[in-house]
């Protein structure tokens, strides 16, 4: 069964540091999300991605956050200047369209640890 | 008031009990709903939509109400591999934002 890919699996890094998450979506899909889990939270939408832009956003995803599909496969999630705050989960998620909820699938995450 | 708002529990049963969560949304134009399971520290899987004629998936079965924005699943005969967080699930956006609930947990006992 094809799958979303995600790496790393844990990362970890100072206060202030710029970090990449990455992602590979399910190929044929055309729809990115990036979704975040604070330890003992629930998950919570950062942003939506078609067409080589953005398609939604949440107050979360401020200007310290971007996005890149910078190849035919990859998606990433740039943090430019880490705060302890943002410690948590990151899944990224594909869907071939819109509208498609029966039809997203999330990666296994990225464990993100801000010290 | 929360978007998605549910029972965190847990909810402690024996094996081959039947039970029963419950979630309330906000937004009276949201347009599909689902569960999804968790477990620990790993992603979000779909467990079933819900649609507004309720369905059925095996031991579980899902209602909506649109009327009282309320969202139910009931699973039968509980298993112990179904202890889980279940996360109520809305998407208000055709698909492209889904708002999550903050779950409830499932301990199912032998």
């Known amino acids: 069964e094809p799958e979303v890919t995600q790496t790393p699996s844990h990362q970890v890094t100072q206060m202030g540091q710029e970090v990449i998450l990455r992602c590979v979506p399910i190929?044929?899909?055309?729809?990115f999300y990036w979704y975040r889990q604070i330890l003992g939270q629930k998950v919570e939408f950062l942003v939506s991605?078609?067409?080589?832009?953005?398609?939604?956003k949440s107050e979360i995803f401020d200007d310290q956050f971007s996005v890149e599909r910078p190849d035919g496969s990859n998606f990433t999630l740039k943090i430019r200047s880490t705060k302890l705050e943002d410690s948590a989960m990151y899944f990224c998620?594909?869907?071939?369209?819109?509208?498609?909820?029966?039809?997203?699938?999330f990666g296994s995450g990225t464990q993100l640890s801000v010290l | 008031r929360k978007e998605v708002e549910q029972d965190p529990g847990p909810f402690n049963v024996p094996e081959g009990a039947t039970v029963a969560f419950n979630c309330t949304y906000s937004?009276?134009?949201?347009?599909?709903f689902f569960w999804y399971r968790q477990d620990c520290r790993k992603e979000p899987k779909l467990l079933m939509s819900?649609?507004?004629s309720g369905n059925e998936d095996g031991r579980f079965t899902a209602q909506l109400n649109r009327a009282s924005q309320y969202i139910s699943l009931l699973i039968r005969d509980s298993k112990l591999s179904d202890s889980a967080t279940y996360l109520c699930?809305?998407?208000?956006?055709?698909?492209?934002?889904?708002?999550f609930g903050g779950g409830t947990r499932l301990m199912v006992k032998p």
């Open positions: 819900v649609y507004s």
């Open positions: 699930v809305v998407d208000n956006n055709a698909g492209n934002m889904l708002t």
């Open positions: 190929s044929n899909h055309l729809y």
């Open positions: 998620a594909s869907s071939p369209l819109a509208g498609q909820g029966e039809k997203l699938f």
């Open positions: 991605f078609y067409n080589n832009e953005i398609s939604e």
């Open positions: 937004n009276s134009a949201s347009q599909s």
